[in-house]
């Protein structure tokens, strides 16, 4: 039997008082409804996405995934949007329908609900939980589901069910199809609940089960930030948990945030407030407190010092950056590459062992290796129209302060003498001095005072 999953995220989620839509709210970087769509990906089977407040946004956010959509143009309750789905459903699929402000619900938790043995019934992914405020409350007669009734709706008996709605369930095709339709809104938010269906499924004789999660936290949803800044910790304080199973020493885990895909080697040291979006280690790497990486790889050997930004960036085996290094876009620094404190880097390469260390830009340039740049080295690539590359030789020795005018070359081992101004190409080996030639006046006498 096929599945279908239909995933809801139409709603406008008033409870965070936001103008973007509730479901493109970030988790460790990546917005809600990508983390329900990754795990549906990792099911299988069809993927519809009920989206209709911002649905817009939504749908951009899946502009280059095999997503389809369907539009609930009024937000009339969670039963309305599965019904809005309807359409692209056939008799024989089996519907999973998970909530896209429930992110952290894994692929592996929800496979009973797919088992075969299920297929003919409706089958509740249910929670127990100490504090059940605000979730749907899973209504028992003699230990079987006879129904969920909403917070909203419930008696003060109901109230103390500790049983929840995680909202997911799995539903037949064909039942659904002339279910959904009788749904009515005669409750105190005036909505058409999924929920509804736990009722009429016992009313009509399909057997009713009860799946109960071991993982309560993935089963959370987000209504509020509150909620959101707790699911982000705890996803955090996991995924930290796993990187040190890996082989890495994080010196406190509750200072480290992952985001995206991290992956990293064995003997790697990550020190306090470090942010890793998409990055991957190799082994043995250091890096210092203050650190933000995205989108970069770090080799072996690599030690990052505090107060390091890096992004888009490659830094090569036993390369060394920082303290209050900045890699922007394009840099790639080849082994033992050393880039010091106040310097920023883009778009450039630099060659194995060049040293790059102290208060300089270096931009859309080749830098040979071994080469050596001076304190205060400036690439000037851009003429306010134009970016134009500078290429610095193999031993080339810039001196301090130096201004390399782009396009512009300096010769393998080329010596360009402190406080140059380059505007022509520099030669191989030779000393090249582009400075104003100091003098000294021998009668010249310091001023003196006017008398009044
Ligand atoms: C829902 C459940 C509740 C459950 C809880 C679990 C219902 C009636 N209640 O309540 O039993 O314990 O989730 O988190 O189903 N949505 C739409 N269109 C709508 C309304 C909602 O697409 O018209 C989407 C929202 O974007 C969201 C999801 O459905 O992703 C849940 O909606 P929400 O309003 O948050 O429901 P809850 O009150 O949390
Ligand atoms: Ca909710």
Redesign the pocket.
């Known amino acids: 039997m096929s599945v279908h999953i239909v ?7 008033t409870r965070m008082k936001s103008k973007l839509p ?2 493109l709210h970030p988790l460790a970087g990546t917005p809600l ?1 990508q983390h329900v769509v990754d795990t549906a990906q990792q099911l299988g089977g069809d993927i519809t996405l ?4 911002g649905a817009e946004a939504v749908k951009a956010q899946f502009a280059e995934q095999p997503v389809r959509f369907v539009t ?1 143009a ?8 599965v019904a809005q789905a309807l359409p692209c459903i056939k008799d024989d699929q089996r519907v999973l329908i998970l ?4 992110p952290l619900i894994e692929a592996n938790a929800l496979l009973p609900l797919l088992s075969g043995e299920r297929a003919e019934g409706l089958t509740l992914f249910t929670a127990s939980l100490n504090d059940p405020t ?3 409350r899973v209504v028992r007669e003699h230990n079987a589901i006879t129904a ?1 009734v ?2 909203k709706d419930a008696t003060p008996e109901q109230l103390r069910i500790k049983e ?4 997911i369930m799995s539903v037949p095709g064909q039942w659904l199809q002339q279910a959904l339709p009788r749904l009515d809104n005669s409750n105190a ?1 005036q ?6 269906l736990v009722a009429m499924a016992v009313a009509d004789g399909l057997v009713v089960n009860g799946v109960e999660a071991d993982d309560l936290i993935a ?3 987000v ?1 509020n930030r509150v909620q959101l800044a707790a699911l982000e910790r705890e996803y955090q304080r996991r995924r930290v948990e796993s990187l040190m199973l890996q082989g890495v020493t994080v010196i406190d885990p509750a200072r480290l945030d992952l985001r995206g895909t991290v992956t990293t080697g064995t003997d790697n040291v990550i020190d306090v407030n470090v942010i890793l979006d998409n990055v991957s280690l190799g082994s043995n790497v250091t890096i210092g407190a203050n650190c933000i990486i995205r989108h970069s790889h770090i080799a072996d050997g690599a030690v990052i010092l505090d107060n390091t930004l890096i992004e888009e960036s490659h830094v090569g085996p036993n390369a060394n950056v920082g303290p209050f290094a900045r890699l922007r876009p394009g840099t790639a620094l080849a082994a033992k590459a050393k880039v010091g404190n106040f310097v920023e880097i883009k778009k450039s390469q630099i060659g194995e062992g060049a040293k790059v260390n102290h208060l300089t830009y270096v931009g859309d340039a080749t830098v040979g290796a071994g080469a050596n740049i001076g304190a205060g080295t400036i690439t000037c690539n851009y003429d306010g129209v134009n970016k134009y590359r500078t290429r610095i030789g193999d031993g080339a020795f810039i001196g301090s302060n130096s201004t390399l005018i782009a396009p512009v070359s300096i010769g393998d081992g080329g010596y360009v003498g402190a406080g140059s101004v380059i505007s022509k190409d520099a030669p191989a080996q030779q000393l090249t001095l582009a400075r104003a030639k100091q003098l000294t006046l021998a009668k010249w006498q310091r001023p003196t005072k006017k008398d009044a």
């Open positions: 995933i809801l995220a139409a709603g406008q989620g509730k479901v409804v009920v989206v209709g407040h609930q009024e937000q009339l309750g969670t039963g309305h949007a909530y896209a402000d429930v605000g979730y749907g969920i909403e917070q929840i709605n995680t909202g938010q909505e058409y609940y999924l929920t509804d089963t959370q949803g209504n």
